[in-house]
């Protein structure tokens, strides 16, 4: 896990689901092939509707339109993000997309699952609201050790609630790391 | 003190005589279900993680169910289930259900249950979040991503944290005017997406043990929607005989102990109850039939893991008898199981399918079709700014295949009345 992360913020409201997050259509390209899987990136958070894009401005697209990377590292979001389906394409497409972490105040459960045992993005928590006082392009730095967001767009800085348990499998770099060290499945 | 049946399960799953809320424990997993969508990155990253010659752990315990996108030209969801034929050949799984053979279901959590999966007091787990419909039969199930699927393909096992459980329980007498799917969505109206979050939830009362699996199941289809990791109805009669009648395989029957200890017990008398829709663009944003009455609509849907189930048609069907509809109306089976007995179940002589057809109605092949959209020649599927009423459990903005669609969740009762008027309607004034 990289201990410092900078790069711009993405902003986005509650309740955004799989479904915005990488819209069903889309899931019919493979994960591995690379002339495919980089259509993941392409249209990751592209099922969030226009107005909600980017807030608190709006039609601001993750992904610019026919590119596949995105300008923004750090995702903000507020409560219940990556409800609904348990599409591990989701988080898969936000790191394709390059998005290295995602600051909500709660997750899906599923989503959280399938952020770190695949070792997609890392999801951290905030204490309180953050997506109305954080604006889409801010320059944001995150200390992963500390657990610590500076914005230096506007000169502030918050805690983020501990990682707990799952520091551990983030720290191996997925579930199947964490089960070979853990003596439950051979080493390679 | 005693433990919930949910606890009860994930013990016996992990060499435990007692387990916790809050532990994190490796269990057991006594059937892996996989789909269309996610099985290939699941095959994937099981070859990636534990060689391309490895075998899965207990090919009886992998069950393969292509459902999500069949009926379509796309060539790169075609080749997800030529994928799966091959891995199904390669793996000599007994348990896959090809597209185009004799042996193809549709919607996998209905067929899970038709095929003697859901099993009381197993563990089920499926690459998909309505895998929590399997709970019904008292049994552990969740959904999980490709990851967790690819570790228990090659192990076996899957760390669970054990959740605490929320207890609903429902008494009185169900008016016929009300379905199972009110009553989840008036669940899910007070508790809202994420109020059950990590947790499990158990459905209890004489009201849900009146019901029959098929409505028990739409009852646990939607615990994910409001967070739930699963939904869990313990086994009875009804039960028993139904997975009697499917398997031979042996299963226990678990029940919570009288002295379980719960997160929360959250009582419903169903008498009081009323016709309830959710409006878009969430599941938890509930509004009773009255209030959104004469609501002007484009389409209606009946279909799905939560509304297309037999007795979801047979209520519809109900309604929609010597009518017409007014608006395109959907008829997507779940299951080719139940498309078959649309043709030999019927109304005062007449089957449900031609009750449909001379209704006006469009009829579609078992899959799950428009419910999440898919590829754009799918059945159903939204293409502008349709307002649809339908039978599904998600209307997220975009869930059906547009993002400019409105999508109101209801009962097949509630979406057969309004299929007759173009408006939403309440069912009240349409049943005899």
Redesign the interface.
Known sequence: MQSIIRGLAYVVGD?I?T??II???H??????RPE?RRMYGRFAMS????VDQGLPFGNRPFTDPDRYESRYTLIVAG??FG???????A?FALAEAGAQVVIAE?????FY??TI??GFVIPFESNEKLNDQIRTGDDLELDTQMGQLTNHTIGQAWLLKPLG?VAAILKAG???EY?RQAG??PAR | MGMTITEKILANHSGRTRVAPGE?L?VDVDILMTHD??G??TV?IFKR??GEDTRVWDPDKLVILPD??IFTQ?H??NR?VQLLREFAAEQALPHYYDVGSPRYKGVCHVALAEEGFNRPGSILIG???H?CTSGAFGLFS???????AA?IM??G?I?LRVPETMRFIFEGELPPYLMAKDLILAVIGDIT??GA??RAMEFDGKAVYALSMQERMTLTNMA?EA?G?NGVIAPDATTIDYVRARTDAAFESVFSDVDARYFSEHRYDVSTLEPVVAKPH?PDNRASVVEVAGTRLDRAYVGSCTGGKLEDFQAAADILKGQEVVIDTYIVPATTEISQSLHTSSIDGESLWSIFENAGCKMGQASCAAC?????DTFGRMQGSEVVISTTN?N????M?S?QASVYLASPLTVAASALTGRITDPRGVLV
């Open positions: 309740a689901d479904d915005q819209p069903a259509e899931l019919v390209y493979s994960l591995k495919e099922g969030v509707p226009a409560r219940n409800c609904g389906s348990s599409r591990e394409h988080p709660s997750y899906a459960r599923i699952r399938n045992d695949g348990d997925n579930v199947f089960a439950l499945i | 994190s490796w969508v996610c290939p990155p994937d993680e534990f999500h996108y796309n790169h969801a997800n690459t998909d979040s895998t969740t959904g999980v991503g490709n990851t967790d570790l090659g192990t096992k760390w997406c994420d979050t990590y994910i967070g990791k969430r999440l959209g898919g590829p754009p998600r997220f903005p975009g869930r295949g993002k």
